[in-house]
């Protein structure tokens, strides 16, 4: 065990991936001598060479086309997409082209390629860098979506993406990437893909299932612990993989607990938030004490820095919306 | 509009330095593209095949760049019109009657075949063929990959995206832009107001050409040249100037937006009339070579006609097979459920 940031939880991931398997390479902006905006890819083109750290032309659509084409001569590149919110610009490419080939083909073809991309709110960046528009792709079949809630998360779910046989968009959150700092596993470390965890609370004792995942994770964390002190317990379960969801860990411990609220940064409507409540609510409906509450974003625009304060669900609006459901008859 | 000068016309292809072999076969493709076009529309019109893009006028475009490939290292990225260039690189047809029909199972090709299947959403297919040229470059295969592209795919973003880095990586590509001259009902003129999509690639870094593309001769001589360069790490751009003699698919009436007095000049300028008159004149080709060929042809075409119709079989299954490596479990249930419902014949 280390102690590590998100950032070099990635790297350290990343670092392994390259010298493991020799396909894999890493293109995007600024990834190479600079090491990427969030130095994510510091020192990898000095290990690994010109040709398996590549920065390449400002343009989105290509960067993540181009991996494509080369899955197809034999490689497994990473794209860097620098933001999650320039992504709609290979919006294209990731969501119609990456997740098609392997069915236009018939199997003769695939795209194994993991394209990680910073997201979400806390960074007070410029306009589009926060932007959380994951359920986008979560709605593309054929292409998997995974977000991770800490450095020890990262190192796994990552290792997990790069070796995974279907295409990954993974998101880091970008407020994590310096401030989360956990005891990371050395080396080899994976994760299984597809499966939530609990990352907090006992599942068969909680009154509460607060579901949340990435950056909203923290968040539930925090509420769980300002909760706790009420002598309220909560379970929170951290989805991890957007697409899919694991809805057995996710019903299995909401139909215990009886009660629900579902925390993401995005504008609610049509979020992740909003399919994990449709999903309970076909399913688990019976078990349910109370309505499921959605916590997120408002359905605005991700604002500028200033206003931030006001916008990214706060640790305080879960602990409301969990004695909401409480109080619920 | 645009229309080829006649001094192009004069000028361009020599029968000199093109094998006997390849103007042979090259004659006996166009056929063949012709005969599988006429069969594919009347199909179309019968019901048994799905919306279908004919590339009447462009045969000696497709033949001609595509047998300047070397089949074993080099590749085609197609967009959906370039049927006869694909078969010529080996991709079978039962398997593009296949697709056509509407059957993913048609876009299964052999692993020799070096090709992309078709892709529909214009100029996308651009970035993965400059990946894919990417790759034969790191791995050292010599091999050089012809991406197809129309007129109207070269206003995308696409094409300007992997024109860019197809120079900066010094790619092994050659992008092959069909100017037919139409984009559905858009005339090229409201494409571009450049003169040529050639000069496109003096912005690129690197060189373009422009060709008679109903010369098949010349064709094959430019993409050969072309992909001699490509293989040295310079990229090109070859506009072919031909003509979109049908409609853009099956489903189109070009007479709503053109007039048929400016398709007449390109019917007479047919690619396999121009170079069977001079295959003639060079003992190469002959009134009984021509039957040989369309009657063969013919055959080929009700066969692989014949081999799609047994082999079509749409079942709800395919709709999860091959979009995933491990089909989520809810996915899977979804399927399950559809196909128990289909199974009951709900839909007839």
Redesign the interface.
């Known amino acids: 065990m280390s102690e590590q940031n998100l950032v070099s939880a990635i790297r350290d991931a990343l670092q392994i991936e390259l010298a493991r398997d020799e396909r894999q390479m890493i293109i995007g902006l600024d990834v190479g001598k600079m090491g990427g905006v969030f130095r994510a890819t510091d020192g990898l083109q000095a290990e690994f060479g010109e040709d398996r750290v590549v920065d390449l032309p400002i343009a989105e659509g290509v960067m993540v086309g181009a991996a494509i084409g080369l899955c197809v001569s034999g490689f497994r590149p990473i794209v860097e997409m620098q933001f999650l919110g320039f992504a709609h610009q290979a919006f294209h490419q990731i969501g119609q082209q990456l997740t098609r080939l392997r069915q236009r083909s018939q199997g003769r073809f695939s795209a194994p390629l993991t394209i990680r991309a910073p997201y979400g709110g806390g960074g007070k960046t410029p306009e589009f860098h926060s932007d959380c528009y994951e359920a986008l792709y979560a709605q593309c079949p054929g292409l998997r979506v995974v977000a991770p809630s800490s450095p020890t998360e990262a190192k796994g779910l990552l290792l997990a993406a790069l070796r995974h046989p279907d295409p990954v968009l993974f998101l880091e959150p970008i407020a994590g990437y310096r401030t989360w700092v956990d005891d990371v596993p050395e080396g080899d470390y994976v994760l299984p893909l597809g499966e939530a965890r609990i990352a907090y609370g006992n599942e068969n004792a909680a009154a509460v299932a607060v579901v949340s995942y990435g950056l909203s994770t923290q968040t539930a964390l925090r509420a769980a612990a300002s909760l706790a002190a009420e002598g309220i317990d909560v379970v929170v379960v951290d989805l991890r993989s957007l697409s899919p969801i694991d809805v057995g860990t996710l019903c299995r411990v909401v139909e215990k607990a009886g009660r629900c609220v579902v925390v993401t940064d995005a504008p609610v409507t049509g979020s992740i938030a909003s399919e994990v409540t449709a999903t309970l609510m076909e399913r688990v409906f019976w078990s349910l004490e109370a309505p499921i509450v959605r916590v997120g974003a408002p359905d605005v625009p991700h604002p500028l820095g200033a206003l931030e304060q006001f916008y990214i669900p706060t640790a305080e609006a879960v602990a409301d919306a969990v004695r909401s459901t409480l109080e619920a008859h | 509009m645009i229309r080829q000068s006649d001094d192009l016309r004069e000028t361009a292809g020599d029968i000199d330095g093109v094998p006997p072999a390849v103007i042979r076969e090259g004659l006996r493709r166009m056929i063949a593209a012709r005969v599988f076009d006429t069969k594919a529309i009347a199909m179309h019109r019968r019901g048994k095949l799905g919306t279908f893009p004919p590339c009447a006028g462009q045969e000696a475009s497709f033949v001609g760049a595509a047998l300047a490939l070397d089949r074993e290292r080099d590749w085609i990225v197609p967009q959906y019109r370039e049927i006869p260039a694909l078969v010529a690189h080996g991709a079978p047809l039962e398997g593009i009657i296949l697709y056509y029909m509407g059957d993913?199972?048609g876009?299964?090709?052999p692993?020799s075949v070096n090709a992309?299947?078709?892709?529909i959403?214009i100029a996308?297919q651009?970035?993965?063929?400059?990946?894919?040229?990417?790759?034969?470059k790191?791995?050292a295969t010599g091999g050089a990959v012809l991406a197809f592209v129309g007129d109207g795919g070269t206003s995308e973003?696409?094409f300007?995206?992997?024109a860019?880095?197809a120079g900066?990586?010094q790619c092994p590509i050659v992008f092959f832009v069909s100017n037919n001259g139409w984009a559905i009902s858009t005339p090229r003129a409201r494409q571009t107001a450049a003169a040529s999509f050639a000069d496109r690639a003096i912005g690129y870094g690197y060189d373009g050409v422009t060709v008679d593309g109903t010369d098949l001769l010349a064709v094959y001589r430019t993409v050969s040249e072309a992909l001699a360069t490509a293989r040295a790490g310079r990229p090109v751009i070859v506009e072919s100037l031909t003509y979109r003699v049908g409609p853009h698919s099956t489903v189109d009436d070009p007479r709503v937006y053109r007039s048929e007095d400016e398709v007449v000049p390109w019917r007479q300028s047919d690619g396999y009339d121009r170079l069977a008159l001079r295959a003639r004149e060079s003992g190469l080709w002959s009134d009984t070579d021509e039957l040989a060929a369309r009657e063969e042809a013919t055959r080929e075409v009700d066969a692989a006609f014949e081999r799609a119709q047994a082999a079509f079989k749409p079942a709800t299954r395919q709709l999860g097979?091959?979009?995933?490596?491990?089909l989520?479990?809810?996915?899977a249930a979804q399927l399950q459920e559809l196909e128990r419902r289909n199974a009951r014949g709900e839909r007839e």
């Open positions: 993913p199972a876009g299964w090709w692993g992309l299947p078709f892709q959403s996308a651009l970035p993965q063929a400059v990946g894919i040229a990417w790759g034969l790191r791995r973003g696409d300007h995206e992997s860019n880095l900066v990586q097979e091959h979009v995933w490596a491990h989520p479990a809810q996915t």
